[in-house]
T-cell receptor, first 117, second 119 residues
Framework: AQKVTQAQTEISVVEKEDVTLDCVYE???????LFWYKQPPSGELVFLIR??????QNEISGRYSWNFQKSTSSFNFTITASQVVDSAVYFC??????????????FGKGTKLSVKP | EAGVVQSPRYKIIEKKQPVAFWCNPI?????LYWYRQNLGQGPELLIR????????DSQLPKDRFSAERLKGVDSTLKIQPAELGDSAVYLC?????????????????FGEGSRLTVL
């Protein structure tokens, strides 16, 4: 069975602090995809990143960076120098790559990030 | 380019009443999804369409939920009759679909959702 665990329910930081959101996943697939989505108060889920299971290279995009470690089944997300606009709920998600599972995302419960000025 | 459009944004009904949600995906997107998001939880897939065909409806409570995607464009999700436990946000998403064997683009484009409150 596939499962995504985001152990941090809520995190509160002060602006300009760095913050890491944890994500641990379970899957028996050899090929799979991991995602992060952002859900601001408006409710619309916004795609941030996709990583396939064969690519363990870390990625940096501006203030965002992602650390994928297959050995620990983790795909953590770090925001450097956080800003108030980063306040949102962040979801980690997993999908398979076979049969009818393509595109069916399994989401974690989300981590609510509050960045205070 | 217009995003995924959903309506209504909010709906309040009494239990046992019917309700319907409408979704218009991004133009050209063959794959359409309906997800349900309970308060404080991540979205959970209800049904996925490839064009007009429902290819995965294993999580759809078929006794009271139904969905259709006529002509493979917009879609309607219906609940009849609604129960208290159906209160949630119903999210529609679309994606361009598959781009070759084994290639999962994975990037779903979500609408703002329809928030249902059943009293």
């Amino acid at each position: 069975a596939q499962k995504v665990t985001q152990a941090q329910t809520e995190i509160s930081v002060v602006e300009k602090e760095d913050v890491t959101l944890d994500c641990v996943y379970e899957t028996r697939d050899t090929t799979y995809y991991l995602f992060w989505y952002k859900q601001p108060p408006s409710g619309e889920l916004v795609f941030l990143i996709r990583r396939n299971s064969f690519d363990e290279q870390n990625e940096i995009s501006g203030r965002y960076s992602w650390n994928f470690q297959k050995s620990t089944s983790s795909f953590n997300f770090t925001i450097t120098a956080s800003q108030v606009v980063d306040s949102a709920v962040y979801f980690c998600a997993l999908s398979g790559n076979y049969g009818g599972s393509q595109g069916n995302l399994i989401f974690g419960k989300g981590t609510k990030l509050s960045v205070k000025p | 380019e217009a995003g995924v459009v959903q309506s209504p944004r909010y709906k309040i009904i009494e239990k046992k009443q019917p309700v319907a949600f409408w979704c218009n995906p991004i133009s050209g997107h063959n794959t359409l999804y309906w997800y349900r998001q309970n308060l404080g939880q991540g979205p959970e897939l209800l049904i996925r369409y490839e064009n007009e065909e429902a290819v995965d409806d294993s999580q759809l409570p078929k006794d009271r939920f139904s969905a259709e995607r006529l002509k493979g464009v917009d879609s309607t999700l219906k609940i009849q009759p609604a129960e208290l436990g159906d209160s949630a946000v119903y999210l529609c998403a679309s994606s361009p679909g598959w781009r070759g064997a084994g290639e999962n683009t994975g990037e779903l484009f979500f609408g703002e959702g329809s928030r249902l409150t059943v009293l």
